[in-house]
């Protein structure tokens, strides 16, 4: 069997359990994706996007889909969270809403809901439509949306502690679909932290959504982690669109999986807005993990900057694929771009590519990327002090990697968080948290 | 305590260093003047281990051990410590972090238990009181956006917490105010014991007025042209390296 016959057989085994089935705007939004789906198939290495990262190792194993949430304890959450003493936290088990691990308390005008949960009380509101410019995955998501994060701020509305939001994989052998939308009213601010993990060391595809709107002047901060397990795949698409005087903070960490694909689509719609994206990926073993941006610029003065690191070690591999593009009437758009990696050891790869179209005249675009290995005067400079090779090699890699944790305020929970998360995830990084202040 | 015997060293295929003699022994301090190029930091960075020469010839002996032979690491267990003319800037690393890695690696070295952390702090912040520094620098990353002077600073603070045996400083006079060199200076002479040996690498005789040296060395042309008592940094002041003659007033030029 295929894999588009399996999950067509998936989808007639379970779309009569899904939320809101039975009810027109649901049924014909996962009807229409699940035919893009079975049309298009998985996204193709000769497909130019896809060149470098081939998805044809799903096609040998079909995992069913995750119809109901396992079970965890409290401390296994606690253990692994960028955020331990959250104040708002929503835990998804399975990409299935888990209430019993999750609590917050937002203000008013700030609402979390279950998609789940509102797809039963509310079907004729539907599902947001398939968007075609996503690829395949996100059509086979909206699929099988069964559960995910609904998130709305209104205007004016000031979340001020991050919100945590963690998509925990429990059960192996299976397909998850977990997905998200923001909506960011006009001036409300909030920052997001999404974190992936797994609780178990077997195979798993995760296949994860996100959508976002920021109305003007509306500020987020969006913090992605992908901390799965080792044989996990993790295929992600997320959109962003802007309007005016809107300022979107990304960041990014690929710290886990076997095989990882981040896409992350900016739409700078509305004049003055501003998008910064860091992002970071760690690749060692035999991972392979594939970055692709694309950053529109639809309106005038607006600006992006992008910063994205990888490490690369052992027999891994890296894509980075930065997309600026610069539409006509965008006038004074102020683009940079740069991808700076460092290769470990002589079996690491990483294949990066700028890609920048520029249809606009009156505008400042910059991108650069480097590839090197590690300075030798900070080696130097630590092993002069007493530190090993080994430890100052580790200390000089983390010292590249945290840079790209400078958008998050320091000193702050979550930036010690994220710091441990790093150094947990680093070659050689459990010898160094003892040496934590 | 540093036996330094006809010491030739390269880059690139160049000579640098041509057949160095110097003895240092426990107590004195021992300051290396020399114009530019002369050799003056490479014999240092040599000395820590830096990577990048070739030693052509010759031998380094210290407390009896071919220094040569140590990676850095080891040599910095070993006591020897040196002050960097630039300190190196490493972002995401906090400076008290760094200072405790240091410290107990040449504890363990020394067989003496690590410090825990209360201990450490309570270390760290009477030497940062000593050093005129504010404390807010140990949560800072590693020299990263430090001015000049703090960076020097910095490091003699990392000496004052090692406790070197041998202690190279390389031109850790250059780009300080006179309220830091005395500051420097003083962390500098809180060090000195009979236990301990100290070269300093200088361009100039100011730091010289601070830190009174047993003996002075003029460096040229990768050789020990001239060696004296303090009075001679005096007279290198007055003169420049001209009177010297020959091969010193050649690389000067």
Request: aromatic fraction near 6%; include cysteine.
């Given at each position: 069997m295929s894999l588009v016959e399996h999950f067509g057989a998936e989808h007639a085994r379970l779309a009569a359990q899904l939320p809101g089935a039975g009810h027109p705007a649901v049924d014909?939004?996962?009807?229409?994706?699940?035919?893009?789906?079975?049309?298009?198939?998985?996204?193709?290495?000769?497909?130019?996007?896809?060149?470098?990262?081939?998805?044809?190792?799903?096609?040998h194993k079909p995992l069913p889909v995750a119809a109901s949430a396992g079970s965890l304890t409290a401390g296994q959450l606690a253990a692994q969270a960028a955020l331990p003493q959250a104040v708002h936290r929503l835990v998804f088990i399975d990409g299935h809403f888990a209430p019993e691990h999750s609590f917050h308390q937002l203000p008013a005008g700030a609402l979390a809901a279950s998609l789940a949960a509102r797809l039963a009380a509310a079907p004729q509101d539907g599902l947001p439509a398939d968007d075609p410019a996503a690829s395949a995955l996100s059509a086979l998501n909206l699929a099988f949306s069964a559960d995910g994060l609904e998130l709305e701020v209104a205007a004016g509305v000031v979340v001020e502690q991050p919100i945590l939001l963690l998509w925990v994989g429990s059960q192996p052998e299976h397909s998850t679909f977990p997905a998200l939308r923001v909506r960011l009213g006009q001036g409300a601010r909030a920052c997001l932290v999404e974190q992936h993990l797994s609780l178990h060391a077997g195979t798993a595809v995760n296949t994860a959504v996100a959508r976002i709107s920021l109305a003007g002047q509306a500020e987020l901060q969006h913090i992605k982690v992908q901390a799965?397990?080792?044989?996990?795949?993790?295929?992600?698409?997320?959109?962003?669109?802007?309007?005016?005087?809107a300022r979107l903070r990304s960041l990014v960490l690929a710290l886990g999986g076997q095989l990882g694909r981040e896409d992350l689509r900016i739409a700078l719609q509305g004049r003055n807005a501003a998008a910064e994206l860091?992002?970071?990926?760690?690749?060692?073993?035999?991972?392979?993990?594939?970055?692709?941006?694309?950053?529109?610029?639809?309106?005038?003065?607006?600006?992006?900057?992008?910063?994205?690191?990888?490490?690369?070690?052992?027999?891994?591999?890296a894509v980075f694929n930065g997309r600026v593009v610069v539409a006509r009437d965008a006038q004074h758009t102020d683009a940079q771009q740069t991808n700076a990696n460092l290769l470990l050891s002589d079996a690491a790869e990483i294949d990066t590519k700028p890609q920048l179209e520029i249809f606009a005249d009156d505008v400042r675009c910059s991108h650069g990327a480097t590839v090197g290995q590690l300075d030798a005067a900070e080696l130097f400079y630590l092993r002069s002090r007493g530190l090993d090779e080994a430890q100052a090699r580790t200390l000089v890699t983390f010292a590249f990697a945290a840079r790209c944790l400078a958008p998050v305020p320091a000193g702050t929970p979550l930036h010690d968080g994220l710091r441990r998360l790093l150094l947990a995830a680093l070659p050689g990084g459990e010898q160094l948290e003892n040496l934590t202040p | 305590?540093?036996?330094?015997?006809?010491?030739?060293?390269?880059?690139?295929?160049?000579?640098?260093?041509?057949?160095?003699?110097?003895?240092?022994?426990?107590?004195?301090?021992?300051?290396?003047?020399?114009?530019?190029?002369?050799?003056?930091?490479?014999?240092?960075?040599?000395?820590?281990?830096?990577?990048?020469?070739?030693?052509?010839?010759?031998?380094?002996?210290?407390?009896?051990?071919?220094?040569?032979?140590?990676?850095?690491?080891?040599?910095?267990?070993?006591?020897?410590?040196?002050?960097?003319?630039?300190?190196?800037?490493?972002?995401?690393?906090?400076?008290?972090?760094?200072?405790?890695?240091?410290?107990?690696?040449?504890?363990?070295?020394?067989?003496?238990?690590e410090l825990d952390a209360m201990d450490f702090l309570a270390l760290v912040k009477d030497r940062v009181r000593f050093m005129e520094m504010d404390e807010s620098m140990l949560y800072r990353a590693v020299n990263e956006g430090f001015s000049g002077g703090e960076k020097k600073r910095n490091e003699i603070l990392q000496m004052t917490l090692l406790e070197p045996t041998l202690a190279l400083l390389d031109e850790t006079d250059s780009g300080l105010d006179i309220d830091a060199l005395k500051v420097v200076s003083k962390g500098v002479n809180s060090l000195r014991t009979p236990e301990r040996a100290m070269i300093l690498v200088t361009h100039y005789q100011r730091l010289l007025d601070y830190i009174k040296p047993d003996c002075v060395h003029v460096l040229a042309g990768g050789r020990i042209v001239k060696s004296g008592g303090a009075e001679l940094a005096l007279e290198l002041e007055r003169q420049g390296y001209a009177w010297l003659g020959g091969e010193a007033a050649g690389v000067a030029r």
């Open positions: 014909s939004v996962r009807g229409a994706a699940l035919a893009r789906f079975r049309s298009q198939g998985l996204p193709q290495t000769r497909l130019e996007d896809w060149k470098y990262t081939s998805l044809a190792g799903l096609e799965e397990g080792p044989r996990v795949v993790h295929l992600s698409d997320c959109a962003v669109e802007l309007a005016a005087g860091d992002g970071l990926y760690l690749a060692r073993g035999r991972r392979h993990l594939d970055h692709h941006t694309t950053v529109v610029h639809a309106s005038p003065d607006c600006s992006s900057r992008q910063d994205y690191r990888g490490i690369i070690d052992d027999a891994a591999r | 305590m540093l036996e330094i015997r006809n010491l030739c060293a390269e880059i690139d295929g160049k000579a640098i260093l041509r057949g160095i003699d110097l003895d240092v022994k426990a107590g004195e301090v021992h300051a290396i003047m020399g114009p530019n190029g002369s050799g003056k930091s490479t014999l240092a960075s040599i000395l820590a281990g830096r990577d990048g020469y070739t030693i052509t010839a010759g031998s380094v002996r210290y407390q009896g051990q071919d220094l040569l032979a140590l990676p850095p690491e080891e040599r910095a267990r070993a006591g020897v410590f040196l002050a960097f003319q630039y300190p190196v800037e490493i972002p995401g690393v906090s400076n008290i972090y760094l200072l405790k890695a240091a410290v107990n690696a040449r504890r363990r070295h020394q067989g003496i238990p």
